[in-house]
């Protein structure tokens, strides 16, 4: 295989496909979290907020954030199946258009009960599309090249925050026009490109290597051969039935949902509550908006630089621990500081949280084969993790206004269970980013559904003896 003619098809991959996941996902974030800006827009101005228009005061607006994720979680455990059966470019484009309409139609709501209809309605809506991109990445991408991929992807969260903020800004200035609030308005402005997206997806977004029309023949069989036998590929079963029970009862399947978990509640934490945070340092109307720009700018850069730098290394445990230690130094630094400065340095930290979850996502993607292992390994794990967001939302109770003290050392102390975790992975799983080899049996029928990653350094997995295999299923 030429090494340059895969460097051209690579980057003919990325670019019609990353632009798509890139501009979906920022959308995403941005309905999904415009909550928290919502909760902070025109607080300056009585009678104008959402918390005072909707009535939410004390933890009522918790439970508005906290409702979203019981529908989400329940309906991501079959999405993932469903994108292979009705194809990537369908699902997505109907999960995008759906949760647009419903986020338009937050702007009609009256009453604290209607807010939560239209909250579990998005969750219904939105389920299955972060894990449903994070397997379709793995349809298309080596594992030593998802990391920057996923990071590329997921750094969507923190253009979203800087955007979410500066376009709260400016809607700030609209509360009044066409009898709207500025809540509403900013319902209204953040739905519609979701819709208008969701339909050129449909159209636009390739499916599958074997299908890709964009692809010359030879480019197609090198996109389908390069991945190896162990990448889930179109042309698998839509569902397994014995690699969906070998993967739940595998052992890492439980540990890298609890490890999930756990970074959850720091990315949740952050995205429903930075304006909330920031708001609590003295800052009023739209300047707490303008200042949660700055923070998700800085995280752009760290999640990209670190998982580029994971993928360059093809190593994963150094550096989750690594963007684990930067967000733990961040919520001592919020804990314990008392001058803005240093909060607001510690808020910048937190928000480079992803710069740990995409390695670790990225690092959990190769030790899992084929499409319904796949499917299960990210859509499932994702799931379980995301029952954080209904505990995230807790930690940061309006009683615990304004430093959240008991909320920032839970979270300190999760992460730093992680990075516990970590280190028992990496001492079981080794460092590697690749799959490792396992045997198989005749036909080229796997073993099991689970392939461990390399344990150790490339010069120690060449240095095995010949014949050994790990496969936990």
Known sequence: MSAQLEKRLVRKLDLHIMPWVIV???????DRTNLGNARTLNNDKPGESLVETLKLAGDRYNLVVAIFFIPYVLFEFPSNIALKYFTPSKWIARIMVSWGIVTICTAAVKSYTGLIVCRIFLGICEAGFFPGVMMYLCFWYKPSERGTRMAIFSASIAVAGAFG??????????????????????FVLEGIPAVIVGVLIYFFLPDFPET???????????????MGPYAPKG?????????????????DFWIFSLQYFLMTNSLNAFGYFAPTIISS????????????????VFAFFVIIGNSWWSDRRKERPRHIIGGLVLVAIGYILLASVKGVGGRYVGTCFIACTNAAVIPFIAYRTATVAGATSTAIATGAMIAIANCAGAVAPYLFRA????HYYPGLWTLFAMIGASIVI?????????????YRESGQQEEGEYVGTVILPNVGSKEDSNNREEGEKVVAV
């Open 235 to 251: 042309t698998d079963k839509h569902f397994d039935k014995k690699d969906f029970f070998a993967t739940i009862k595998s052992w």
């Open 281 to 296: 340092m003295g800052f009023k109307g739209y300047k707490a908006q303008l200042l949660t720009v700055p923070p998700n």
């Open 212 to 226: 890709a029309k964009f692809l010359t023949e030879e480019e197609r069989e090198l996109a389908i051969t390069r």
């Open 24 to 30: 979906a996902y920022l959308l995403n974030y941005l």
């Open 165 to 186: 903020g500066l376009i709260a800004t400016g809607v700030s200035f609209m509360s009044g026009l066409g009898g709207l609030y500025g809540w509403a308005w900013l």
């Open 399 to 402: 009683k615990y206004s304004p």
């Open 422 to 434: 970590t280190g028992w992975l990496w001492f079981k799983l080794g460092a590697s980013s690749e």
